[in-house]
């Protein structure tokens, strides 16, 4: 199986003191809603950005006003924007953040105040072969995709929920970061490693992997096909 990247590979690096960022990182928010429940700001915030970057015509004055001296993003005029973006484009964030459907419209809020020629989908009943088939498919096209790791369903109340994994040495390492459910990553590839799919995703400012197989179990036993999605965006760049 072949591997999957976005053209930039290092995506949205910033910098926080003496550490380069792997996209942005809802603890760094001062709000404490937005560090509770801001997973999906972050990741549309970051998706913006990536595509303004890569395509100068989706490039706004919002985006532009971020300073990047020597490749990387300043983290305080990061957060400005994200902060911007929140209180633009979002019209709601309950407790546990937004769901697919608020999300796809907060984005297409987004791209129809800016005159951007794409739109956002919230896809559900995804079977494992075309979640996969759409991610590949998007990444190809140099679009990152919002991954779901959607709630316990129907017991929202449940403790079920994935590991993410670091990579060391060849090896795929379980992170910190396990038992993840009601979160939001950002794709930017898939690789294959040992015989196992993996998406490689930016979360809480990192770089891990997803094992799909993994995911698409989580998904089929415990997350539900409508809550444990993708964003597909629709429109050539």
Known sequence: MENNYLLNQDYIRIKNMNTISYGGNQAWCKSKRLQKAGCGVIALSDITIYLAEQNPGLMTDAIRKINKPNGLYNKNDY??????????????????GMNGIAMMNTLNRYFMVNDIGLRARWKIFLSDEAMMTEIRHL?????????SIGPNI?????????????????????????????????VTGVETIRGQEYLIVSSWGKKYYINYEEYRDYVNHSGGRITSSILYIKGVL
């Open 139 to 147: 990444i190809r096209k140099n679009k990152p995709v919002v991954l």
């Open 154 to 186: 129907p017991n929202v109340f449940g403790n079920k929920g994935i590991s993410m994994y670091v990579a060391k040495e060849g090896k795929m390492l379980t992170s910190m970061k396990k038992n993840i459910k009601s979160h939001y990553v950002v």
């Open 79 to 96: 957060l400005a924007y994200v902060k911007w973006f929140y209180k633009h484009f979002v019209l709601f964030l309950w407790r546990k």
